[in-house]
């Protein structure tokens, strides 16, 4: 064979070795080709998790994202009061010794109904109560009942006058609404006990109080309906206090 034999036949098999090479990856990887153009990457198999550990993932998600797409403003929160003290409860009770007598101040918290509005909005007097003992304790025998009292209020709406009233006893003041109403029973200043005569100087006395909303003292058809009815359940649990009071305070 001669030289120029040889040179045909080495071109032939090298084109034939590029040829395959070429061809190679093309048929290889061209299931994987579209995938890369599509930008989509391989991933791995998810680890298998508890049941019910998707649905808790899922939904604290959703919350999350509920509460980023909402505005957190004054609107968004929860009013103070009802935040930080929740249902009905007296939070402060002070004993005052004043002109020879023994007072009363206190702080109610007490959150009224969107049922109980409706009715006094249509003219339904509502009337709340506040009860109050005191008890000297007796170490060998029964506690002695010192006093046990009561103060009322009345609220009532006129609707022509689109007043609201407020009373106790003989007083009676206007209001432009319920809450400015019911300040005079959620801040009780100067309730009158006792005269400081009836008390014993350095001597313990224990006592209690709560507020209600009295329904006895409704109108008979809302008297048989508060009996059934959850809108007209509205009172504060006893609240518990103490005092002493020193012989210099006590009148001679």
């Known amino acids: ?12 098999l090298a084109q034939g070795v590029v040829h395959a090479q070429s061809a190679a990856p093309a048929s290889a990887y061209a299931d994987a080709a579209p995938a890369s153009a599509a930008g989509v990457l391989p991933v791995a198999a998810p680890e298998p998790v508890a049941p019910g550990a998707a ?8 919350a999350g994202g509920a509460g980023a797409a909402e505005p957190y403003g004054e609107a968004a929160q929860p009013e103070a009061d009802e935040f930080e003290y929740g249902g009905p409860q007296v939070l402060r009770i002070e004993p005052l010794l004043e002109n020879d007598w023994l007072f009363i101040d206190a702080d109610v918290h007490l959150p009224v109904s969107d049922d109980l509005r409706h009715f ?7 009337y709340f109560t506040a009860d109050l003992e005191i008890k000297r304790p007796r170490r060998w025998w029964f506690d002695s009942d010192v006093v046990k009292t009561q103060r009322t209020w009345r609220v009532v709406y006129n609707a022509l006058t689109r007043q609201w009233r407020i009373g106790s006893g003989d007083l009676s003041l206007p209001e432009a609404t319920l809450d400015d109403a019911l300040l005079m029973v959620r801040r009780i200043r100067g309730w009158d006990i006792l005269p400081a005569a009836e008390l014993d100087a350095d001597e313990l006395y224990t006592g209690r109080m709560r507020v209600r909303l009295d329904t006895s003292l409704l109108a008979r058809p809302f008297r048989v309906d508060a009996l059934n009815s959850s809108a007209w ?3 504060t649990p006893w609240k518990d206090f103490s005092f002493s009071i020193s012989s210099d305070a006590l009148p001679r």
Do not use: D, I, N
């Open 1 to 12: 064979m001669g030289l120029r034999s040889l040179l045909l036949l080495f071109f032939v």
């Open 55 to 62: 649905e808790a993932v899922g939904g604290a998600a959703a």
């Open 120 to 126: 006094a909005e249509r003219g339904v007097t509502l």
């Open 233 to 235: 359940s509205l009172s």
